[in-house]
């Protein structure tokens, strides 16, 4: 699954959310689950191929990013046991994850740009035609409040954004409640007949 969105918008979109990084903190990943009915996740593939790497970022092999979002993806999801099939197409197109800099005066942040795609197995085609665009930003700690760069690896900065990104995924679903019907009620059991002779137990 390949983004439709050029590398020059993901670029200007990149220098954006550094722009507002600054006055902005991230939200804590909220375990609470969100409700979609009947989903259930099948497969969750993720691509990094082509992401654009953003100013003054630390390099990430697109494995790395594949193995994060991927295993981010199946913990968050696996609370769904929905009878219903989905698949999640999932492409990174942009990220900065921050390298050590000059706190309060020059505190890089990291950030992740994707494009997310919904599959419905029944229907045999994607939900959303145009990949639905989702950007994140760290989420505000002790270690990240100068700048993460000083303070964690690039795999922790991975994990950090993984975490949002997938949370942001899960809200977005929530947010379309017509793409999951209801689970289909079975009757209501019958009960068995005593036999003749016998009352209720």
């Given at each position: 699954m390949l983004?439709?969105?050029?590398?020059?918008?993901?670029?200007?979109?990149?220098?954006?959310?550094?722009?507002?990084?600054?006055?902005?903190?991230?939200?804590?990943?909220?375990?609470?689950?969100v409700e979609l009915d009947n989903f259930y996740l099948g497969h969750a593939i993720v691509v990094a191929e082509n992401a654009t790497v953003g100013p003054a970022s630390r390099r990430a092999e697109p494995e790395e990013w594949q193995e994060s979002l991927t295993a981010e993806m199946r913990r968050r999801f696996a609370r769904y046991d929905g009878d219903r099939l989905y698949h999640l197409g999932v492409s990174v197109d942009g990220y900065v994850l921050a390298i050590p800099g000059i706190p309060v005066i020059a505190a890089p942040k990291s950030v992740l740009i994707l494009g997310v795609t919904l599959w419905d197995d029944a229907a045999g085609g994607k939900i959303n035609d145009?990949?639905?665009?989702?950007?994140?930003?760290?989420?505000?700690?002790?270690?990240?409040?100068?700048?993460?760069?000083?303070?964690?690896?690039?795999?922790?900065?991975?994990?950090n954004l993984a975490q949002n990104a997938v949370l942001a995924i899960e809200n977005w679903l929530a947010s379309n409640p017509d793409w999951f019907p209801p689970r289909v009620q079975g009757p209501d059991p019958v009960p068995v007949a005593a036999a003749p002779g016998q009352g209720p137990a």
């Open positions: 983004s439709t969105f050029t590398l020059p918008r993901i670029s200007l979109a990149l220098m954006a959310a550094l722009v507002l990084s600054a006055c902005a903190s991230g939200r804590e990943l909220r375990d609470e689950r145009t990949p639905h665009r989702i950007t994140v930003l760290e989420s505000l700690s002790g270690e990240t409040v100068f700048s993460s760069g000083l303070t964690q690896s690039a795999e922790q900065q991975m994990q």
